[in-house]
Structures are given as structure tokens and as C-alpha cells.
């Protein structure tokens, strides 16, 4: 049995992951609906505020994941969770325009830490051959944290603050009248309370907008409390992977392997390439949450329908990565990101809550595709003592999408998905699948003329 084969360490890693995961995301599936709801930005700057956020962090993993090898992996998670807790907790108890953005920098440098340590833990800790299994189990990991983070977050965003709506808490119940926006009835709400399915009246429309507020704020609690959940068990139960025979490096070496990575053009194309899928992807956190909420309706289940990805991913990753295990890399790489492409055009083509729901579940089947044999292709490039810094380095292409993808989110979001006036969502996601294409075009040539950079003795067992 292949489970057994695996280390403890392998699997402490994967249950901070999870931990971690649950965290980020039960934040990040509202964050633009928190900061253009409660913290006060137009959705034109949420959405790329929020990319900017998930840039850095993925921008950040480069020089952290080189840290990370010069001092270590738990000393690495320490920094992470501190910092994590500290920046989601601001969040939480100051819903302003500066704190929001103070907190942000602060999740940010904790979330860069985590991502090449933890993958980097994997890598060095599945056994020989077993490197795909490791990293399809991690993958699946992440998407239990994904899934179930969702899950909690629409608990708290919508079903905590009716409950609390028809509670004795009386305190709670003016604070929340008073604090929480909208602060009062206006034609546009009008509007859209009489649009919803069923219509609501203004003023329960207006009461349940707070509650959805606050429910906001508590998110942001509960993903503090899951960092320090994490931190404990950093404390307890981590322990540095064996690094016996690595070569060690000065803190100039460290640095100028990470500087070598950027005029290393065949990896940087590679890195590029692949940032079409992830801009995609991201669009699961920058695009679908407004766009579920304004099209379809407020009562929606967000975060439910969004869970259908990492829940797709729980159930049948195992099973995926065993089908395509014999594949070469660049054809299980390509066949995911054509697959999700055909996600973003049924997004388009049923602007509807059903269809909402199958094109989200055909991109995740993409998504298992093509993750896990990406993370795993990019850990057997990288030379002995220099895991993490490749795997950092690998967040390159999350950070070019968000930076391109936020603004470009905000601007469909506002030109075709607005709150009021009329609305034509499936442009928007005819140009998400556009640059899908392009990106399978780049990497057909890229295939073509460069083709797989594994080294024969170092390349991925079949």
C-alpha cells in the first residue's frame, strides 16, 4: 500500500497545510465582496486590490523559498503563522480602507513562507518514486482546506448572522445597525431586493446585506483562530526533513541562485506559459463571487457553488492521477489546461446558477490534471538543496495572473457585470478562455522547439 510508505513528517506537513488552507481560503472566497461591502471600495478596486494580494503572495514565495532553505523549514513555518494570525485578525477587528490594506501585506508575507515549505516537505519526504502520489495527496489536501473552508464560510457569512438576526443579542443587534453597511434604503436597493429570486422587501434585503457584513468580519476571526491551530502543531509535531548530502550555502549564494532562475529564459517562458491557466483559476476568487451574487442572486450559495472545485478535486484526484500518471508531462499539463478552458466557455454560455455549477466542476477535472504534474515536474528540475527555491520560484505564474487578472477582473466586473444596468457576463468569460487558448498555443510551440528540460537520470517515474 503506497500510503504506508510515507513518512510522518510527510503527513504533519499536510495537516498544517490543511489547517492553513482552511484559513486562506474561508477568506479569500469573500474577500472581494469584504472589501467593496464592509471595508468600503468599489468593485473596480477590490478586484484589483485583491490580485495585487494574491500577486505578492505568489511573488513573494521567490526569495522566501530561498530563505527557507538557509533556515530552515520549521524555523520558516514559526515566521508563517505568527504572521498569518497577526494579519488576519486585523483584518477582522479594523474593516478599514488602510488596516485592510496593512493586514493584507501581512497575510501576504505569511502565506509566501508557507507555500515552498511545506511543498518543498513533500518533495523531500516521498519516498523514491512515489514523488507524483506525494504530490497528488498534498494536492488533495489543499482542496479538503479549500473545500471545507467554503463550507464554513458560508455558514458564518449567511446562516450565523440570521441566526443571530432572530437571537436576544441586543447589544450585538445595534452594533451591527449601526456599524455595518448599507446604512440605509436607497433606489438601488430597491432595485435590487425587487430583482432577487424571490423579491425581498427593502428592509430585509437591508438587514440580511449587514449580516452578510458581519458574518464577513468573523470570517476573518475564524481564519486567525486556524493559524494558530497551526502554529501549535508547527510546535509539536513538525520536524525538519533529513538534508543529509545537501551542499551548504552562504546567504550571496542563496540569493544569486534565486537571480539566476530570472535570465534562466527556457524556465522563465515555461513559468509564463502557464500563467494563462492560473489566470484563469484565480477567477474562481476575483470574478465568480461578485458575479454569483449580482447576476444570479444574493441568496445564492456562493461559497457552496465555488466549493464544487476543491470538492471534485477531494473525490476524484487519486483517481485522475492514476489515469494520466503514464502521460508525458506536457500532455497531461496541456490536456488539463484545454479542459479548463472549456470550463470558462460554459461559464459563458449558461449564465445560469446549473450552469454555473457544471463549468466550475469541468474546470476542477482540468485543474487535477494539470496541477499536481506541474509541481511535480517543476521539483524534479530543481538541483539538489534548491527544492524550495525552484517550487517558489514556480509561484511566478500565479503572481503574473493576479497582477494581470485583478484589473482585468474589475474591469469586466464593471463593464459587464455591474449592480445595475444591463449586463453581458459571457463576454467576460469568453475573454477568460481566450487567453486559455492563447496559452495552449504557446505551449504547443514551446513543446515543439524546446520541449521537456528533465534531465533522463532525474526525470518523474511512470
Partial sequence: MYLTKFPRTFWVANTIE??????????????????????????EASAPITGFFFASLDLMPIPTGAISDKIGFRNSLFITFSVLAVGYSILGILPSK???????????????????????????TSPEGLSKIGFSLFYMVINIGGFTGKIIAKSLRQDLGHWLSESNFTRL????????????????????????????????????????????????FFSAAMSLVALLLVVILYKEPDRTGEPVRSVRETFADM??????????????????????????????????????????PMEYIISINP???ILFQMLVAALVTKMKPFGSMGLGM?????????????????????????FAIGEMTFAPRFFDYVATLAPKGKVGLYLGFSYLK????????????????????????????????????????????????YNRFIGDQTREEEAPAA
Fill in 18 to 43: 490543511l489547517f492553513e488552507r482552511l484559513a486562506y481560503y474561508g477568506m479569500n472566497v469573500i474577500l472581494v465582496l469584504y472589501l467593496t461591502r464592509r471595508v468600503g471600495f468599489s468593485v
Fill in 311 to 313: 470538492g471534485m478535486i
Fill in 338 to 362: 484545454a479542459i479548463s478552458v472549456f470550463g470558462m466557455v460554459l461559464l459563458g454560455l449558461f449564465p445560469t446558477l446549473w450552469g454555473t455549477c457544471v463549468a466550475i466542476a469541468v
Fill in 98 to 124: 488602510a488596516t485592510a490594506l496593512v493586514a493584507l501585506f501581512f497575510i501576504a508575507v505569511g502565506g509566501a513562507f508557507v507555500k515552498p515549505v511545506i511543498s518543498g516537505t513533500v518533495k523531500k
Fill in 173 to 220: 443587534k445595534d452594533w451591527v445597525g449601526a456599524s455595518v453597511p448599507p446604512f440605509g434604503i436607497t433606489q438601488s436597493l430597491v432595485d435590487r431586493a425587487a430583482s432577487q429570486h424571490p423579491p425581498m422587501s427593502p428592509e430585509a434585503f437591508l438587514e440580511m446585506l449587514k449580516w452578510q457584513g458581519f458574518g464577513m468580519q468573523v470570517i476573518c
Fill in 259 to 300: 537571480f539566476r532562475l530570472f535570465v534562466d529564459f527556457k524556465f522563465l517562458a515555461f513559468i509564463i506559459i502557464f500563467s494563462g491557466f492560473d489566470l484563469m483559476f484565480w477567477q474562481l476568487y476575483l470574478s465568480v463571487p461578485t458575479y454569483i451574487v449580482t447576476h444570479i442572486s444574493e441568496t445564492a
Fill in 398 to 445: 500565479a503572481f503574473i495572473a493576479n497582477f494581470v487578472g485583478g484589473p482585468l477582473s474589475g474591469y469586466l466586473l464593471g463593464k459587464y457585470c455591474p449592480a445595475e444596468g444591463p449586463r453581458d457576463p459571457a463576454k467576460m468569460w469568453f475573454t477568460f478562455a481566450a487567453i486559455g487558448v492563447a496559452a495552449l498555443a504557446a505551449l504547443f510551440l
